[in-house]
């Protein structure tokens, strides 16, 4: 990314609309497009303009970043008179920070790289907090040349490591969500033992901060959300069941069992069809702690 480069934004979610603001704060350029357009609008008053269609924010971006749910709307988005693909220019950078099947990267790279267009796959961890402070673990996928050209984006957004080729950051991405998922399910479980017992979870849980159960759930994500008494969504119940699908499809493409991937994959499939789907993940360690007579003073019924 070179002085002056304009960035816009497709699909200004939670993460989107953080990462939009995140670009506007440190000074770059950026427009946002969202079939939402009460989301775009909110990010004005931080400095992010307005684009009135996919082809319309291709058209005026230098990199576009697409932080969509999932392969059905970015290939809707792509196409038509006003889709990216129509207003994307030649030599423009391409950055898909969606969590999607490696392929769909790597066919975009085909499809968009003969006209020079840089692709890179560049999934997240970290959600809307992480990326409003400059703090997002980046997991890139590409060519040497289109990461180096976008390193300078990426390292304004966080922490951004270079796994391979394209769909490669996918790859990890999707081994990260495998890994989160069921560190969840041990984390809740865990918890639920504690306060069953009687004992102070805030102590429980910091002690265990410093011992093997530790992880980044534990020790950062917990205390913001579920244990501070909130369950509105910063990665919802739908978006992890969401990426645990897209995980089921390609590691039963590869051959590779995932016996406690599918359980996790249950657990929160079975939030999701109880109500609870436009929740924070987080809201598991609640289900679990009332599910073992110890529920937490928080409102776990889903609005």
């Known amino acids: 990314m070179t002085a002056g480069e304009r960035c816009g934004v497709l699909g200004v979610g939670a993460l989107g609309s953080a990462i939009a603001a995140r670009l506007a704060a440190v000074g770059v350029e950026v427009a946002a497009y969202d ?45 038509g008179e006003t889709g990216l693909e129509a207003g994307l220019r030649d030599g423009a950078a391409l950055l898909v920070v969606s969590t999607v099947k490696p392929s769909t990267a790597q066919d975009l790279a085909r499809r968009l790289g003969p006209r020079g267009v840089d692709i890179l796959d560049t999934p997240v961890s970290g959600g809307p907090v992480a990326a409003r402070a400059g703090a997002l673990a980046i997991m890139a996928g590409g060519s040497d040349a289109a990461y180096a050209r976008c390193l300078p984006l990426l390292e304004t957004l966080g922490r951004p490591v270079h796994v391979g080729p394209i769909g490669h950051g996918e790859i990890a991405k999707l081994a ?24 102070d979870l805030d102590k429980v849980r910091e002690a ?25 969504a910063d990665f919802a119940v739908d978006l992890m069941v969401k990426d645990m ?15 406690a991937g ?7 499939t079975g939030l999701r069809d109880t109500g609870h789907g436009a929740q924070d993940f987080s809201v598991l360690v609640a289900m679990s702690a009332a599910e073992a007579g110890a529920p937490l003073p928080i409102d776990v019924e889903p609005r």
């Open 35 to 79: 079939v939402d357009a009460d989301r775009v609008a909110a990010l004005a008053e931080l400095g992010v303009d307005a684009a009135d269609s996919p082809g319309g924010l291709a058209d005026r971006s230098d990199i576009v970043l697409v932080v969509l749910p999932d392969t059905p709307e970015i290939e809707t988005a792509l196409g």
């Open 176 to 199: 990260n969500n495998l890994m989160g998922s069921v560190i969840a399910l041990g984390i809740a479980e865990g918890l639920a033992l504690a306060a069953k017992a009687g004992a």
């Open 208 to 232: 265990i901060a410093a011992g093997s159960g530790a992880s980044w759930i534990l020790n950062d994500w917990l205390p913001r959300t579920v244990l501070a008494g909130r369950t509105d």
């Open 245 to 259: 699908d897209v995980l089921e499809a390609y590691a039963r493409e590869l051959g590779v069992p995932l016996r």
């Open 262 to 268: 599918e359980l996790a994959r249950e657990t929160f």
